[in-house]
């Protein structure tokens, strides 16, 4: 199902990109992951849909989200940020790319600083945040993505859908939305920019 977007929120999440590096990208160092670890923590958020809950990310600064499908329902979602739960708008909902993005209420939230990468993210690394088990601290992983079935990629990193794939400056490149045996499939936001772009058109 898709629902209109407001092309204020193409603008806010894509003419803010960063342009990817010209140069071959070299493995993420340790000062990197903590990078990413820093800005996972500050902009990662729980969605809880009538079914199913798990991660997202902020990805706009007026409240937008973005998560896997399954955790929305068809007209709303629960965001949870900073220990308050509060009620967010669907306002893309792909179950094809099962990825969806949802709008809470309007307020400063921060937001991740997103890359756009049009050539793929085949063969580059990214950066993905482990959850932590039994009291343990979340580890951010370094990966190179795997080719998989466009506009897909696949890595060796068992995350749950609608968790943050980054680059190794802790920039927003992809989702994840799908477990793939003991790894995961993730959507790149060159993607997410096309589906947002159809759902704006009249």
Sequence with gaps: MFRPLPSALLLLL??????PRAA??????????????????????RVRGPQQAGPGIIVGADGQVLTAVAHVG?????????????TARVVLSSAVLQVAVVAGPQGTWPAAPVRLVPEGL??????GVMPGRKGQRDRPRATVAKSGPAPFFDVDLMLP???PLYDGDGRLVAVVVEKRGRGARALPLSAVKAELASADTP
Aim: charged share 15%; hydrophobic share 45%; aromatic share 4%.
């Design 14 to 19: 894509f003419l803010l990109a960063v342009p």
């Design 122 to 127: 085949a063969g580059r690394w990214v950066v």
């Design 24 to 45: 071959a990208e070299a493995r993420p160092s340790r000062a990197d992951l903590q990078r990413v670890l820093e800005l996972h923590t500050r902009s990662s958020v």
């Design 161 to 163: 859908p609608g968790s």
């Design 74 to 86: 068809p007209q709303s979602a629960q965001v949870v940020h900073a220990g308050n739960a509060l």
